[in-house]
């Protein structure tokens, strides 16, 4: 079950496009948030006491909060995001950032440093943002050499201490630290803006199976650490989104587009999670 918490004006629109989203008009920007006059309460006072509130109680039915696609760049949206990640953090849930979402990290790296349950999403342009914002060097042939672009997002989830890092380019590198994973599996030849969604809501859902495999919600031995099941859900996010791109193409040629991406999701999943031949 997907939740969607977002502006007012933006509600009607994306409750129109699927009866499978639950939608939240919950979240306000600047332009809403002006004070209409010096007895209209401060912006402090109406994200506290009205715009937080409705938005906390949902998360504590949540189980996995995606950051960033949609959000936006201004000032208070951002900073109900910050808040959100914040109280994710208290709760620990799972969070996924994407999109804007980095732009904040970005911003203010310290929001998600440290944290274990949370996986970045960049793309090439936000990875190398991200390096800058941390100090962490971008050597000579990043990102075409494979091992260089490897270290390189090795040292950039290093120096985040917890938080995956899962790269996305021509070859998706994976690491929290500690371990790198590489997902060279062929993609479409085409890619599309908005296909990021479809890796972080499949990221998302990796995270929820995690979340119901320590729960104990079917018999098994527990095998799996925290961090094995934090890598092996960015790397199957990565191979189902290369797999629908690589699919949607076959489909659509050089007409893709990301919407095409949804419709191949449930094959994706068969063919790589449950056919023998592709099993990961």
């Known amino acids: 079950m997907s939740h969607v918490i977002c ?28 004070p209409a006059s010096t007895t209209t309460p401060s912006i402090s006072t109406l994200l506290n006491e009205e715009i937080l509130p409705p938005i906390y109680a ?18 208070v949206m951002l900073e109900i995001a910050t808040k959100v990640i914040e109280r994710a953090k208290e709760l620990g849930l799972h969070i996924v950032i ?35 914002a941390l100090g962490v060097e971008i050597p000579k042939g990043f990102p075409e050499d494979a091992a260089t672009a ?20 021509r070859v998706d590198y994976i690491s929290d630290g500690n371990f790198e994973f590489t997902c060279d599996m062929p993609g479409g030849k085409k890619r599309v803006g908005g296909q990021g969604d479809t890796l972080s809501g499949t990221l ?3 995270l929820a199976w995690k979340h119901a495999y320590q729960s104990r919600i ?52 068969s063919a ?8 990961i």
């Not at 007409?255 to 999701?265: K, Q, T």
């Open 58 to 75: 949902l998360m504590s039915r949540l189980h996995v909060v995606v950051v960033g696609p949609g959000l936006g760049r201004d000032k």
């Open 7 to 34: 502006e007012r004006g933006a509600a009607h629109v994306i409750k129109s496009y699927s009866p499978n989203l639950m939608v939240h008009p919950y979240m306000r920007d600047s332009n809403s948030l002006v």
């Open 218 to 269: 079917w018999d098994h031995d527990v095998s799996l650490d925290e961090s094995s099941l934090m890598m092996l859900s960015a790397y199957g996010a990565a191979a189902i989104t290369r797999y629908c791109s690589r699919a949607a193409y076959g489909k659509y040629g050089r007409a893709m587009l990301a919407s095409n991406l949804s419709e191949m999701v449930g094959d994706a999943f």
């Open 150 to 169: 490897k270290r390189t997002c090795h040292a950039l989830a290093k120096a985040f201490g917890g938080p995956v890092v899962l790269a996305k380019g």
């Open 98 to 132: 994407d999109a804007d979402g980095l732009y904040l990290v970005q911003q203010s790296p310290d929001v998600i440093k440290g944290y274990t349950k949370a996986v970045l999403t960049p793309n090439i342009v936000e990875f190398q943002r991200l390096c800058n």
């Open 272 to 279: 790589l999670l449950e056919d023998d031949k592709y099993r």
């Open 204 to 206: 998302s859902t990796f």
